[in-house]
């Protein structure tokens, strides 16, 4: 069964990082498109970051100076290093990736930065 699960998440104050990790298993197990999105309360969930077919990587504006996607693909393992963590990064975190055309994703972990 393809599954991907989140952790990481919790409270952290303004300044403060964060790494999150999303371990995928099943099927999706070595897919290479893996990549993070967000979603804030009463907002859509917008891209944050993640790796594209030919390895490169996409950031948001808002974090891409303070963000950083890597993944250990011996570990299926894809993370989300989150520094300089601004009130506005509070958001429920997902992951997600894509196999046979398919969308996949984790059931999210909570992030909170107090002012």
């Known amino acids: 069964q393809a599954q991907l699960v989140e952790s990481g998440g919790g409270l952290v104050q303004a300044g403060g990082s964060l790494r999150l990790s999303c371990v995928a298993s099943g099927r999706i197990r070595g897919v290479n498109l893996m990549g993070w999105y967000r979603q804030a309360p009463g907002k859509q969930r917008d891209l944050v970051a993640t790796f594209t077919g030919d390895g490169g990587t996409i950031y948001s504006d808002s974090v891409k100076d303070r963000f950083r996607i890597s993944r250990n693909r011996a570990r299926d393992t894809v993370y989300l290093q989150m520094n300089s963590l601004k009130p506005e990064d509070t958001a429920v975190y997902y992951c997600?990736?894509?196999?046979?055309?398919?969308?996949?994703w984790g059931r999210g972990t909570q992030v909170t930065v107090s002012a």
């Open positions: 997600k990736t894509m196999f046979a055309g398919q969308d996949y």
